[in-house]
């Protein structure tokens, strides 16, 4: 071979060994930087920059596949598969640091609870509290990562590579792991193994947290919580804050209903539950309900009552029927009231704020006189369990834990304890019992335990389990002075009511700011408003708009139900009620057309053309009646014939009789 041959042999060789020799210190050098970087950034340069990679890839039909973890420079976390070694470069370079400690929670409860708790009533007289049970959906893109788990996949900690065996079920159909950033350095969560076989997280039991312990960078531990809700919380064990970018949610009482009944519907589902008794047989038959099928008998046939010296016959459904009612309640009911459970839940009235109808009640049915209480329950046609659902989230509620299943717990147990002692309740199954409670949350407490019985509720929501014939909507009243309820009573004449329509209050929910979209600064004779500026002046300024307008405009805030609407009353301003799927109070036996307006939530639009189109004539009428219906939602010290008190037992007893069943 000559010398050239040679030569050219003997450079390709060193060519090669030259190619060798920088790929293997590549490679080297890559491999240093996974181990030495707290986070394996040496990776980042795979990707283009300034570019998130919300990746997730997983094989179901492969039990052995796994999912690396990668980040970039915008702390997102990519998923990058690799379904032949565990062991791979990323895998030890996470390994080679710390650990995390992370903790999944599956809370009973979805919601915020906390968002509605205090608010401000000096402007906006609206309901507080939360909504049962809560479907929460997040309303922006997080900066970090959001991992979807499809149903029936598993999250396995694979930072340590442990095989324990996990109970903790993802009961949502689509979990989300969402990573937060901190201030000394991004941080991943462990590496992610999603398998088919079996829905649960690898290294926890049944009600328990898993814990698989790493630490972040300056060697504090940390622990990521995450719930139902998809919220992520980050706190580290050595006690101070991990600052983390809260996730926008959107509840329930934040979107639209997907279903409305509208006000004729309403009408005809009452119709026909009347049609058709749907009370629970009960186990045996009693005098008492032989009083009250009598009864339900002589209302049924009451002699036609046109007029009536007590009464004003245009607000009533049947104003014959109701007479009639009416005057057999005073003749017949007796109630009783029980003794069971401790203060301040129990028989501890609140008489002032937005709670008071349930304090009110409370107050005057368990007052000595009352002439409906007997002290024999076997005298009872019905069992009144005197609760206060505001008293029950003030006393019980954590604060911020977003759980109300202790409060519905305690319920349960105050019912289980009267089944226990008396023979009452299973006779009926609770059908025979009622409950008065005003707080948002009261149809969520009352669920399940206490289903069966006559629930007077401010929150008369049909899509939330009210049942129309059955249970009662309670006016919601805003009481100022426990003293003088009927402080600031009236109004102006028509003729001096020159606003069109008013409105004012915060944006509470997903209505008002539409409200406000359409008609803020938009009409001069409408005075449609946000919250009105603080200060003394502005309470008695909230009053007087009402006490001269025309309409007083009462859209749903984060529940169905609004003190606006006796509040309008009160002050003698025909109110126009914007809520879909709201039972009016005392349904059963007022007729809501003749003293106010009700506009389907989608006509917000066409508001004022509403307004503008009703006569003047039929305007003075409903005015009128505003007026004549008025003492009907009034509370009195010591109680007087036809006024909130009787008008809210009245429509206890009046669903009750058309409730029993006429053969045993």
Request: hydrophobic content about 35%; charged content about 25%; some cysteine.
């Amino acid at each position: 071979m000559d010398c050239s041959v040679k030569t050219q042999l003997f450079l390709q060789i060193e060519k090669r060994k030259w190619v060798i020799m920088v790929g293997l210190v590549a490679l080297t050098h890559l491999f240093c930087q996974s181990l030495m970087l707290p986070y394996g950034n040496a990776l980042l340069s795979l990707f283009p920059s300034g570019k998130s990679k919300n990746l997730l890839m997983a094989n179901p039909s492969h039990n052995d596949s796994s999912v690396k973890t990668l980040i970039d420079d915008n702390h997102t976390i990519a998923g990058v598969l690799d379904m032949d070694n565990d062991q791979s470069l990323f895998v030890r370079g996470v390994k080679s640091t710390k650990t995390y400690n992370v903790h999944v929670n599956a809370e009973d409860d979805k919601g915020s609870m906390e968002k509605k708790e205090k608010e401000n009533m000096d402007s906006d007289v609206v309901g507080n509290g939360m909504d049962d049970d809560v479907d929460f959906v997040d309303d922006d893109t997080l900066d970090d990562v959001d991992v979807d788990l499809e149903d029936g996949f598993t999250v396995e900690n694979s930072t340590q590579l442990g095989k324990a065996s996990s109970g903790v079920v993802l009961e949502s159909k689509t979990s989300e792991i969402q990573e937060k950033n901190v201030t000394d350095g991004s941080v991943i969560l462990p590496t992610l193994v999603v398998s088919s076989d079996k829905p649960s997280l690898i290294g926890s039991v049944v009600g328990e947290k898993p814990e698989s312990e790493t630490s972040i960078s300056d060697g504090s531990s940390m622990h990521i919580s995450l719930s139902e809700s998809k919220d992520v919380s980050v706190f580290r064990n050595n006690g101070s804050s991990v600052p983390n970018k809260p996730a926008k949610k959107k509840m329930r009482c934040d979107m639209p209903p997907k279903t409305v009944t509208p006000i004729n519907e309403m009408e005809r589902l009452l119709v026909r539950h009347r049609a058709r008794s749907r009370a629970m047989r009960p186990r045996w038959s009693s005098e008492r309900d032989q009083e009250i099928l009598a009864a339900k008998r002589r209302i049924e046939s009451a002699p036609f009552l046109k007029n009536d010296r007590e009464l004003h016959a245009p607000l009533f459904r049947n104003i014959s029927m109701f007479k009639r009612s009416y005057e057999l309640m005073e003749r017949v009911l007796k109630i009783y009231v029980y003794k069971e459970g401790e203060k301040p839940i129990f028989h501890q009235p609140i008489l002032k704020g937005l709670y008071a109808s349930e304090g009110w009640f409370m107050k005057l049915m368990e007052q000595r006189n009352n002439r409906f209480v007997v002290k024999d329950p076997r005298k009872a046609h019905l069992f009144y369990m005197p609760f206060s659902s505001r008293m029950l989230e003030y006393t019980l509620y954590v604060r911020n834990s977003h759980n109300r299943t202790n409060l519905r717990q305690h319920l349960k147990d105050y019912s289980e304890k009267i089944a226990a002692k008396y023979r009452f309740w299973n006779r009926t199954g609770g059908a025979d019992h009622f409950l008065v409670a005003c707080h948002d949350w009261a149809p969520y407490e009352t669920r399940h335990h206490m289903e069966h019985c006559i629930k007077a509720l401010c929150n008369a929501d049909v899509t939330m389990g009210f049942k129309i014939g059955r249970d009662v909507s309670l006016p919601e009243t805003y009481v100022r002075s426990a003293r003088n309820p009927l402080r600031d009573l009236g109004g102006k004449p028509p003729s001096q009511r020159y606003t069109l329509a008013f409105y004012a209050g915060s944006l509470h929910g997903y209505l008002r700011p539409i409200l406000l979209k359409y008609w803020k600064d938009k009409e001069p004779d409408m005075k449609i408003l946000g919250q009105m500026p603080p200060g003394v002046p502005s309470k008695m300024n909230y009053i007087d708009q009402m006490k001269s307008s025309k309409y007083c405009i009462c859209p749903k805030g984060y529940e169905v139900n609004s003190p606006r609407i006796v509040e309008a009353i009160f002050y003698e301003c025909v109110p126009v009620i914007i809520s879909d799927n709201f039972v009016p109070p005392f349904f059963e036996v007022f007729n809501w057309d003749a003293f106010s307006v009700i506009i389907a939530e989608k006509e917000i639009p066409n508001l004022r053309e509403i307004l503008v189109s009703i006569p003047e004539k039929k305007y003075l009428n409903m005015q009128l009646n505003v007026r004549k219906v008025q003492k009907h939602f009034l509370w009195h010290a010591n109680p007087i014939k036809y006024d909130l008190f009787h008008m809210t037992l009245h429509s206890i007893w009046y669903n009750r009789v058309f409730q029993i069943k006429s053969r045993y």
